[in-house]
């Protein structure tokens, strides 16, 4: 079995410094990757975040499953958007330590490939030369999602 990535959307911290959010403080969500991760700035994988959200969406950013009672994922809601960037009232205090964080905005589309060019080059080298029998999709959206994958799948033959 293989497990895509898929179009996932990561806050990336370059150091190695965990990133400590407070309650009631903003942070921008950028675009710039070339900027360090700050307690009130946190660059992002994906240009397309500010054309996507509007004031009022809610945005989650953690490494697993946010529930409420830990502190290591925090919930955003956006305040304003400045060009590329996203001004974001932080909900809950949180310390995000680590490289990635998945960043999850409910009710909106994200414009990008469910197989992205990276899941096609681990299919097409590690999963190829593994026989790999079971592709879990990650990130799905529509049966044209499937059908992509399995016509990309057929193009590789058995």
Known sequence: MLDTVGPEL??????????????DSLVVLTPDQDKEATSNLLPINFGGLSKAVKTGDTIFIGQYLFTGSETTSVWLEVTEVKGED???????????AG?????????IHIDLPTL??????????????????????????????????R?????LGD
């Open 10 to 23: 990561q806050v990336v911290n370059k150091t190695d410094h965990p990133i400590s959010l407070q309650v």
């Open 86 to 96: 996203v001004v974001c009232l932080i909900k809950n205090s949180a310390t995000l």
């Open 99 to 107: 490289s990635l964080f998945t960043l999850h905005v409910s009710q």
């Open 116 to 149: 992205t060019d990276k899941d096609k080059e681990v299919i097409s080298t590690w999963g190829v030369r593994n026989n790999i029998d079971f592709l879990s999709l990650s990130y799905t959206r529509h049966a044209e999602d499937v059908r992509q994958a």
């Open 151 to 155: 016509e990309y799948l057929s193009k």
